[in-house]
């Protein structure tokens, strides 16, 4: 087996391949990349780390950036990213050049899988027709799906062997043999009649977070005026056992899927011409939640006295959730660099992060935050363990999380 693409869900797919006994050859055009996987400079699941630990050193498991190891496999799986750009735009350059490269190396008998998110069509248009223009026809001489990932990153309550896959082939034979491979790594299977419908079922499982969050959000800040807790009001709606499931306010949402997926079906909808209003209002709301924040801490510190233009503030977590390393569209950099281009003295603390770029600038996590005291304290992220006992010392603190109690400064969105 193949896997292009070692990121957040292609290094997980390969060791829970490796797991169930299958030789894996796992392809990544990063150089440092391949370099951070061979030394176990990697943000994984303790169990995946020990299942790194355990493979990459075996032949089991082997790593290259070379496209023509594609031939060697029986089966072939794309997990690499489809982000958006700054206007929000897909962004398929690294899916586009890996298509490419698996249709170029293709050999006759093997399995093709897409997982990456994407819009409606997409294997059809990269890997099935392409097939056919180089003479391999889908179903008989090779094999074609799409079963879009489900991996959480630093969940370890759902890994991928517990938790059920959706798959849709390009013929009854193309599901088949999907069918069979992700047997040995997830624990139930649902199949849908195509590989069409297996991406929208991706679009729509991202989309309704999207929405609900953006829900969740617009509750927050009615409570907020109403001088009501909103997670008061969030634990009472959830003690109803149907008709109802749970979404948590916050300061935006990162991370590779919920801000970027449904861009993908807007962005397809345009296309035909068609709009989505609902959809469409879910993420302008999700995109200007950070703003929200950034006015929010002017809001706590004005009614301290004080301006934002050179205040020090202070931001608690930047990643985009909480146990994970990963900022990819984080709201706490946008927040961040929102407050320094308002003039605030912005720093951060994050045990997970070392450094991050803001506006062009380099910056260093703060490795004793509590042992200073800062106009306002904005939390983004609690880490699993964190010890935030310090907060009450603090004469601001604006929680954009709405799970910190007890603290006597604190403020919420």
Known sequence: MAIVGLGYVGLPTALAFATADTT???????????????????????ADHERLREYRDSPQLTLTRHSAAIAQADTV?????????????????????????????AVPGQLIML?????????????????????????????????PERIDPGNSVYPQERTPRVV????????????????????VLHEVPSAETAEMTKLLENTFRAVNIALANEFADACGDMDIDVMDVIGAASTK????????????????????????????????????PLIDAAMSAIAGRP?????????????????????????????????????????????MQELTQRGAQ?????????????????MRSQDHPAEARWDLVVVHTVHP????????????????TYRLNGIASRQTV
């Open 24 to 46: 894996v050859i796992g392809l990544d055009v990063s150089a440092k990349r391949i370099a951070d996987i061979e030394v176990g400079n990697v943000d994984l699941l303790p």
């Open 77 to 105: 799986l794309i997990c690499v990213p489809t982000p958006v750009d700054q206007y929000l735009v897909p962004d398929l350059g690294a899916l586009t050049a890996a298509c490419r490269a698996v249709v170029d190396e």
């Open 115 to 147: 997982t990456s998110t994407t819009y409606v069509g997409t294997t059809k248009d990269l890997l099935i027709e392409p097939l056919r223009n180089r003479g391999l026809e889908v179903g008989r001489d090779v094999f074609v799906a799409f079963a």
């Open 168 to 187: 849709g082939g390009a013929t009854p034979a193309c599901t088949a043999r999907a069918v069979q491979v992700l047997n040995l790594v997830a624990p």
């Open 241 to 276: 056992p149907y008709g109802f499931m749970p979404f948590y306010p916050g300061p935006g949402v990162g991370g590779h899927c919920i801000p970027c997926d449904p861009h993908y079906l807007l962005w397809q909808m345009r296309g035909q011409r068609r709009t989505s």
């Open 291 to 335: 703003r929200r924040v950034v006015e929010r801490a002017r809001e706590v510190l004005a009614e301290r006295g004080a301006g934002i233009r050179g205040a020090r503030v202070l931001v608690v977590g930047v990643t985009y959730k909480p146990g994970v390393a990963d900022v990819r569209e984080s709201p706490a950099l946008e927040i």
């Open 346 to 362: 912005v720093s951060y603390s994050d045990p997970f992060v070392e450094t991050v770029t803001v506006d062009g600038l380099q």
């Open 385 to 400: 363990g964190a010890e935030l006992s310090w907060l009450d010392r603090q004469p601001a603190v604006l929680d954009t």
